[in-house]
């Protein structure tokens, strides 16, 4: 079970890492297109649809790596009361009775979305540049199969918690922005104080 979870950690937040770059690449879209429209008096046919595969990129691929560091909004007051073992088993039934057919619906279903639009080599509507988006749309499906993935590794997470009595150790941890805050005033106050 270990080494399904550091596998399916190392891989969402593998992606989830390339798939940041979207953001530089957006950025650099948004960018060219401002200069054109602004500068030039040229604005782009193809920026808007452009801008909008870059944000669906980063939405859909960024979903596994915020479940494998804990990057999640997660409405945890009570939660983080309780021991433990009593978190996971909460977390093992909540992951089957919510997580799973959600994002194996978002797999399948994805799936077949997605291969109806290489079938018919779907474009925009949105535009008259009339983009292919149909490569676009295979990231559904693919979102849904990593999300899967990690889940069944979080899956494995709440198993081991049950049985030793504490979390295993991730590769990345989100920290919340209150401790990071908190250690940084405190290191600030260390070096005056010095």
């Known amino acids: 079970m270990r080494k399904f979870i550091i596998f399916a950690d190392k891989l969402s937040t593998s992606v989830g890492k390339a798939f940041s770059w979207c953001i530089v690449i957006l950025m650099g879209g948004t960018v060219y297109e401002v200069v054109m429209a602004y500068a030039f008096n040229a604005p782009t046919l193809w920026n808007f649809d452009f801008s909008l595969q870059m944000y669906g990129a980063i939405l859909?691929?960024?979903?596994?790596?915020?479940?494998?560091?804990?990057?999640?909004?997660?409405?945890?007051?009570?939660?983080?009361?309780?021991?433990?073992?009593?978190?996971?088993?909460?977390?093992?039934?909540?992951?089957?009775?919510?997580?799973?057919?959600?994002?194996?619906?978002?797999?399948?279903?994805?799936?077949?979305?997605?291969?109806?639009?290489?079938?018919?080599?779907?474009?925009?509507?949105?535009?008259?540049?009339?983009?292919?988006?149909?490569?676009?749309?295979?990231?559904?499906?693919?979102?849904?199969?990593?999300?899967?993935?990690?889940?069944?590794?979080?899956?494995?997470?709440?198993i081991i918690c049950i049985q030793t009595g504490h979390w295993p150790d991730r590769e990345v941890v989100a920290e919340e922005t209150e401790k990071v805050l908190m250690r940084t005033s405190h290191d600030e106050f260390n070096k005056e104080n010095s």
């Open 60 to 158: 859909m691929m960024s979903g596994a790596y915020c479940l494998a560091t804990e990057a999640h909004v997660r409405g945890d007051v009570i939660y983080r009361l309780f021991k433990p073992k009593t978190q996971g088993y909460i977390d093992l039934v909540l992951y089957f009775i919510f997580f799973f057919p959600g994002v194996l619906a978002l797999a399948f279903y994805g799936y077949e979305y997605a291969a109806l639009a290489w079938k018919i080599k779907e474009t925009s509507w949105n535009s008259p540049a009339q983009i292919q988006i149909y490569m676009a749309k295979s990231m559904i499906p693919a979102a849904g199969v990593l999300l899967t993935i990690q889940g069944i590794g979080e899956v494995c997470r709440a």
